[in-house]
């Protein structure tokens, strides 16, 4: 029976009949109607578990008042509850003691891993593996589901140009195309084929909108975009989430055009409920209601909640605005019910998607929690996802991979050893340390002598408040000792990096340099030995300007999770070639920050007359450090024969674009084959490149494959500033290559 036949049964008001109806839509109407205001706000409110806080708690939260408001049915869900008996604990006070027995939805940051952590998004992101990234979207549910999770916060789908901000972490990177397939991946794997299956949860689309166009790059700052960014850059990945049927979306601490986000009817009402139809539910992000009084756009809580559940914010996360005044507002006439009626239908529809009013304790049973967490599978899983995510970024005369035998290496850097810096951020569920270092990694393999220092530590230890490391930036005590282990070295493998806090939320940075001492260290040892394979650890871009002029072989290793050291080793030691491409440029300075690879031309682009009037820097170059799209592989891959299937297209029918990539080394290997095109003139600019189509194909050592686009109406157009998707008829350039800067280019016309 279920708890809201027990609860209906007991009002007597509708007949048992309803409740045999399978039909979602009949049951919620039939529970609506048996609700008190103050059961519908409720259902609206969700509160903080009480520990792991990801934002700032208001006085007043206070344990006692949260179980008071769960036993009186005024909480609809709970986030940072975790643990089968943590959850059955919340769930049951809510089901047996609360009048109606809604159950709650439980909501947890599973962000890149439950507790077998796989790399962070943006590294995960450089596999352009879409099936790999769905499968390990699927093992974080899995994970998560076997401890009552059933909601996840992820993914995050925010597009991110700005390496100072400390989110792009969790991102897909700078690219619109790709941030909408790599999105619709995640979805599939959290959601799965059926929502209602123990083991898939419901998704997150976050955060909605705007919000990695944080001015400066600094965290919760003020956005500012114009209407065409808005349509072809931000909500794309928003767009390709509702279509793959995303259950809820997070909307964005930022404001746009000086509405903050959280009270935007045009976003969340006319776009995202209106224009696409989205039927789940809109969670605003933590407090991001109450903090349109900071903004200086409502006076007080009472017009915070009447403006938020107005513009479409269906739940209130932490905020403690819509369970203190809504009610109230109802009451009063200030708002209508139907606005409560359609959030809370919106809400229940998912619980009930979710088999949570057949079965509230569906996600909790210690034995599945059991044997899920920490799964031999799901090692294998992250340590295939990790080797994917390695982008090698430069490796002069093939430095790398490593020989098995006869080599002195010299290990040097505090990452290297480090077992918890490597988990990366957003791992509120993971124990500490338990990553393999790449040092472990690496003594796997025991063919060499290897000597490991740490030349300098990169943190002096952390602040109390949610994981904030402090740099080292004066002990430069133990350099000695790594500058002589490197004198007699043949090899000389460096990991620097950014700590796993310097990214992620609330973690911007005015220099995108490694940091601390990191950067005299690498100098010190390169003048002793310049035979150096530097291994990057960061969840951002970084400007590597100086390793990139001297060190011969470096390696992007971001943050890789739980098997960092094996993957990494792995690849070092050339047992995995790898394939992986930059999600995001990477600039030469912090100067050139935002910086991506789909820009405008200008009116000024090339320095056509000599003269210094045109679009350019006086202190650096405009072209990154390495573009989007660049990897390099332990082989080589060559690209001849562009064809399209004709050079005039009438605008509807699909253009076919064909290549051959040929493995010219000697090694077999992946690439990711890309195709970008330019639409020339348009009555809204374009940008002089723009990804729309890639391919990741395994090519044999000496073998050819051709490969096969096609373009069509879905990726020729764009949208206008009326927010409508349009072609418009004209001449089209079609890039395809390796990188975004390395490509084949053909013409061809829209008739
Ligand atoms: C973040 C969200 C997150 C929420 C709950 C907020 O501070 O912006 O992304 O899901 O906290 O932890």
């Given amino acids: 029976m279920t708890i809201v036949a027990m609860a209906c049964k007991n009002n007597n008001e509708i007949s048992a009949e309803n409740y045999k109806d399978d039909n979602i839509t009949s049951k919620i109407d039939s529970l609506l109607k048996l609700m008190t205001i103050e059961e519908k706000v409720g259902q609206m409110n969700q509160y903080n578990g009480f520990w792991d806080l990801t934002g700032p708690s208001p006085k007043g939260g206070t344990a006692a008042k949260k179980y008071e408001h769960l036993r009186k049915g005024w909480v609809g869900s709970m986030l940072n509850v975790r643990g089968v008996e943590q959850v059955r604990a919340v769930q049951k006070i809510a089901v047996e003691e609360s009048r109606l027995g809604i159950p709650l939805i439980i909501g947890f940051d599973v962000i890149h891993g439950y507790k077998t952590l796989s790399p962070i998004p943006l590294a995960e992101s450089a596999s352009w593996d879409l099936e790999a990234i769905e499968q390990s979207s699927r093992i974080a549910a899995i994970e998560a589901s076997s401890v009552g999770i059933n909601w996840t916060f992820a993914p995050m789908i925010d597009i991110g140009r700005d390496a100072r901000w400390g989110r792009v972490m969790e991102g897909a990177g700078e690219d619109p195309y790709l941030g909408s397939l790599i999105a619709k991946a995640r979805i599939k794997g959290f959601q799965g084929d059926d929502l209602s ?45 509702v279509d793959a049927d995303v259950k809820t979306v997070m909307n964005s601490f930022n404001e746009i055009n000086g509405v903050p986000v959280t009270g935007s009817p045009y976003l969340q009402r006319d776009i995202l409920k209106g224009e696409w139809n989205f039927n789940g539910f809109v969670i605003s992000d933590w407090a991001s209601i109450r903090e349109m009084i900071s903004w200086g756009h409502a ?17 209130d996360m932490e905020g403690y605005v819509y369970i203190e005044e809504l009610a109230q507002l109802v009451k009063d006439d200030v708002i209508k019910e139907d606005l409560l009626d359609d959030a809370v239908r919106r809400i229940l529809r998912v619980k009930f998607e979710l088999g949570l009013f057949d079965d509230p304790y569906r996600y909790c049973d210690e034995v599945r929690e059991k044997e899920m967490i920490g799964h031999p599978k799901h090692h294998e899983a992250v340590l295939d996802m990790a080797k994917k995510s390695i982008v090698l970024l430069k490796n002069e005369n093939n430095l790398l991979p490593l020989k098995k035998e006869g080599q002195k290496i010299a290990l040097i850097g505090a990452l290297a050893s480090d077992k918890n810096s490597p988990l990366g951020s957003w791992r509120l569920a993971s124990d500490d340390n338990t990553a393999v270092s790449v040092l ?28 904030e490391v402090r740099i080292n930036t004066t002990d430069k005590s133990e350099f000695q000792s790594a500058i002589t282990a490197a004198k007699s070295a043949d090899v000389v493998v460096m990991v620097l990096g950014e700590h796993g806090f310097q990214s992620g939320e609330a973690r911007s940075r005015t220099n995108l340099q490694l940091p601390g001492v990191q950067q005299e260290l690498l100098e010190a040892v390169y003048k002793v030995n310049s035979n150096i394979v530097l291994v990057l650890n960061n969840g951002r871009p970084l400007a590597v300007s100086w390793a990139d002029a001297h060190i011969p072989a470096i390696v992007e290793a971001w943050q890789l999770g739980t098997q960092t050291g094996n993957a990494v080793a792995q690849v070092l030691y050339g047992d995995y070639n790898p394939s992986g491409k930059l999600p995001m440029t990477f600039p030469r300075g912090v100067g050139q920050v935002p910086i991506y690879y789909n820009y405008k031309n200008t009116g000024r682009p090339k320095n056509v007359e000599g003269n210094v009037f045109w679009s350019h820097y006086i202190d650096s170059e405009n072209t990154p450090l390495y573009p989007f799209g660049h990897g390099l592989s332990y082989t080589t891959f060559e690209y001849s024969n562009l064809k399209l299937n004709g050079s005039i297209f009438n605008i509807g029918n699909d253009i076919t ?7 010219s080394g000697d090694r077999d290997g992946k690439e990711v084959v890309q195709l970008y095109i330019r639409d020339l003139v348009g009555s809204v600019t374009r940008p002089v ?14 073998d050819t494959k051709t490969i096969t686009f096609t373009l069509d109406k879905t990726t020729l157009g764009f949208y206008n500033n009326q927010g409508e998707y349009i072609i418009e008829p004209g001449e089209f350039k079609v890039f395809v290559g390796g990188s975004s800067a390395q490509t084949l280019e053909a013409d061809f016309e829209l008739d």
Wanted: proline fraction near 2%.
């Fill in 197 to 241: 299956s123990v083991n898939t949860i419901a998704a997150t689309a976050k955060h909605f909108a705007g919000y990695g166009f944080s001015e400066a790059g600094r965290e919760y700052n003020t956005v500012d975009i114009g209407t065409s960014t808005l349509h072809n850059v931000v909500l794309p990945p928003f767009k390709a989430a």
């Fill in 440 to 467: 472990e990694g690496m003594q796997a393999y025991k063919g060499n002598s290897l000597v490991y220092k740490k030349g300098a530590d990169v943190s002096v230890g952390k602040t109390a408040f949610v994981e």
């Fill in 657 to 663: 674009v064909s290549v051959d990539v040929k493995n």
């Fill in 299 to 315: 006076k007080n809580k009472s017009e915070a909640a009447k403006i938020a559940v107005t513009a479409g914010s269906d739940m």
């Fill in 689 to 702: 490149k723009e990804l729309k189509g890639f391919d990741l194909v395994e090519i044999k050592a000496g």
